[in-house]
């Protein structure tokens, strides 16, 4: 029997973001957006020169801060979908110093909705070749010699997790006491 590949890493994420991410993030508010989960949670914050940016540090804190729904959301944004669809299908010159972060809710959905797409659409022009043959664009050594179809899987991973936790992070902000 002959498998789409293609279509089969397709659809699990299609699925996964018309069943479970999209309609989750309906009715999303600015203030949930930047609520603060945590005392020193990690946020998206307006720079001096006007662009958005994530909190962050090098190396990362042991155990990782927790961050805000603008923090995830725009991770998914930008560093999963919107730099890897510019370093790998692009011109390679995103970076996450470069560009500038989601500043609130609407934004951050709009541009999450069309780096989706443009990745989607993407995926959808790779054939078995194309999934097999190596990584371009590494802006990672960790992808040096793997396959396009480990990246494109790696993707759907990131898609699935962080979404996850912007899902969790709508329970929260829900059921707080002050809420309820």
Do not use: C
Request: without cysteine; charged residues 20%.
């Amino acid at each position: 029997m002959a498998v789409n590949w293609t279509g089969e890493v397709l659809a699990q994420v299609q699925f996964y973001w018309e069943y479970s991410l999209w309609p989750r993030l309906e009715g999303l508010t600015d203030a949930e957006y930047h609520w603060l989960p945590a005392p020193g949670a990690w946020t998206v914050r307006q720079g001096a020169d006007g662009r958005y940016q994530p909190d962050s540090a090098v190396p990362e804190p042991e155990p990782p801060p927790v961050t805000t729904i603008a923090w995830r959301l725009g991770h998914l944004v930008v560093d999963v979908l919107e730099t890897r669809t510019n370093w790998h299908f692009g011109d390679r010159t995103y970076t996450r110093e470069s560009v500038n972060w989601p500043g609130d809710a609407v934004e951050a959905k709009q541009r999450l909705r069309h780096a989706y797409e443009v990745w989607s659409e993407h995926i959808q022009a790779l054939d078995e070749d194309g999934l097999s043959a190596p990584v371009r664009g590494t802006e990672a050594p960790q992808w040096a010699g793997f396959p396009t179809v480990a990246l494109v899987l790696h993707v759907n991973r990131e898609i699935i997790h962080h979404g996850a936790e912007i899902a969790l992070l709508r329970d929260l902000y829900r059921a707080q006491p002050s809420r309820t």
